[in-house]
């Protein structure tokens, strides 16, 4: 792999225990403080430089310019302009970066029509460059039409990819259907709750669904991004990626449990981080606190340090 290192005999067992001890470790960041990331990353130049510099270290990046629920056109018309010019300027730094969105950002809230037209002009941009685009999967508002719409345009553009929610009951059925098209499918545990059902996101079913929908996806050969920072989940699926090392990518949030994902890249497992950018950042922070309540020490904690500095 284009990142990966010599793998030693006995690694993949001494990293699977060295996951399993980590397990009871912070997930503050490691590095670079979340607040100042996303304000730094406001504008292009800065998110270049910060996909450079992750790229210098071996792990890809998957950028997201934040919005969602976007009702007012011209909101809609920037984003779009926004994301081409993104597809663009990432091929030019040959840096090997994907683009994520939120199909509410681009036009789905006013009609489905003109998120369909707004996407297809994104994925003709991207694909002459073979760009990754992948759908954030959203609220219960939106989640019909987004599979929809991706499972109309995949057979066409063949880089284009979603993500599912392991924390939904219907999950099972929707990997099934996404696994007929290509593009890549990214798993999470999910931040939204399934209607009339109560999920917890952190409860250990939602866990042991993560685990089998994770094991179906890899084993199935098809193109995956497999995104938690669980090392209980990881150390897990470590011998299974390995006999499928060229479709599977281990997914991360930026300057969450960074030592992890270095430590996949060093036995040559291909990483990613989910780097967000633009000014409404507190989309991202909102959605973080969704998943993990302690998340609020960790964001108030790089505000003060950000102010402080100034």
Known sequence: MGHGRCIRPGSVHSFSESLENDRGRSRSPRHDPLIAHLAACAGEGGLA?????????????????????????????????????????????????????????????????????????????????????????????????????????????????????????????????????PGRIRLVKGAYDELGHGTDIRSGSVDAQYRRLAQRLIESGHACAIATHDPSILAGLLATSARRPEAVEFEMLFSVATHRL??????????????????????YLFHRLAEHPPNLHVALTAMVKELQAR
């Open 49 to 181: 430089l910060c996909r450079g510099a992750l790229h210098s270290r071996g792990i890809l990046s998957s950028i997201d310019f934040q919005g969602e629920d976007a009702e007012a056109r011209s909101e809609v018309d920037a984003a779009v302009d926004e994301f081409v010019e993104a597809t663009r300027a990432t091929a030019s730094l040959n840096v090997g970066a994907s683009i994520s969105l939120n199909l509410s950002h681009i036009g789905l809230a006013i009609d489905r029509a003109l998120a369909v037209a707004n996407c297809e002009r994104i994925l003709a941009a991207a694909t002459p460059t073979g760009t990754e685009v992948l759908l954030n999967m959203e609220g219960d508002r939106y989640r019909e039409d987004i599979l929809s719409i991706y499972l109309d345009l995949a057979p066409r553009f063949s880089t284009f990819g979603i993500t599912l929610q392991a924390c939904l009951s219907r999950t099972e059925r929707d990997l099934e259907m996404c696994l007929e098209v």
């Open 262 to 283: 270095e430590k996949l890249r060093d036995l040559g497992r291909q990483v990613r981080v989910y780097l967000p950018y633009g000014h409404k950042w507190h989309l």
